[in-house]
């Protein structure tokens, strides 16, 4: 069965630290990737999102990801995170089984300091 | 352009009773999605629906049904309730293409609590 698993629950970073959440998945056939934030107070919204072509992949506010076929891996980075990035981040995969099914990790809460 | 927008915000039910969400796609989508999402979990998949037919399901027993309109707006059934239950029901909707998944858009969700 499909499964995504975020490495870490919570993070905390100062303003200016680099960023990097983890995403593994297990599906051995072909996945469309997400990573989707969540704001204080806010709708999900997407972040960024892999279909095919270049594995890294740019978001917006500075976000980016790299599919790692080989490792079954999508890890989000940011090389410096400001106070305004304060929120939680699930990573989730799509894949056609018969019917599309679109599996969440459990999230990761990351909160900056100013 | 209008967001997803969903209805009730919050509802209260005992175990046992029936209950029906509710929700408007985004103007121009007719993919609708719905998922569970339990305290401190991310949100687990219900099913989803294309054009008005079930086009994916997740892990959930048949009591959790749906229904998509031809305006593509889209209700959630969920029959017998049970204490588990209780969880933010979100609906997503995402652009006409069924062979490329695309963004979905997130509405805010339906509280639902179980006693």
């Known amino acids: 069965a499909q499964s995504v698993s975020q490495h870490n629950h919570h993070v905390i970073l100062s303003e200016a630290a680099s960023l990097e959440l983890g995403c593994n998945y297990s599906y051995g056939g072909t996945v469309n990737l997400f990573w989707y934030v969540q704001y204080p107070g806010q709708h999900l919204q997407l972040l960024l999102k892999?279909?095919?072509?270049?594995?890294l992949v740019k978001g917006i506010k500075g976000f980016e990801a790299e599919f790692i076929k080989s490792k079954f891996s999508f890890n989000l980075r940011k090389p410096s995170v400001q106070w305004s990035d304060t929120a939680e981040y699930f990573c989730a995969v799509n894949a056609y089984t018969g019917g599309f099914k679109t599996i969440f990790g459990a999230g990761t809460r990351l909160f900056v300091k100013a | 352009e209008t967001g997803v927008t969903q209805s009730p915000t919050h509802l209260i039910k005992t175990r046992g009773q029936q209950v029906t969400l509710r929700c408007s796609s985004q103007?121009?989508?007719?993919?609708v999605s719905w998922y569970q999402q339990a305290l401190g979990q991310g949100p687990q998949f219900i099913f989803q629906?294309?054009?008005?037919?079930?086009?994916g399901r997740g892990n959930f027993p048949p009591r959790f049904s749906g229904l998509q309109f031809p305006n593509y707006s889209s209700e959630l059934n969920v029959n017998a309730l049970e204490l588990d239950d209780s969880a933010l029901y979100l609906c997503?909707?995402?652009?006409?293409?069924?062979?490329?998944?695309?963004?979905?858009?997130f509405g805010p969700g339906t509280r639902l609590t179980v006693l």
């Open positions: 892999y279909f095919s072509g270049d594995p």
């Open positions: 629906y294309y054009r008005e037919e079930e086009n």
């Open positions: 103007s121009g989508h007719n993919t």
């Open positions: 997503a909707s995402s652009s006409p293409d069924r062979e490329i998944v695309n963004e979905q858009f």
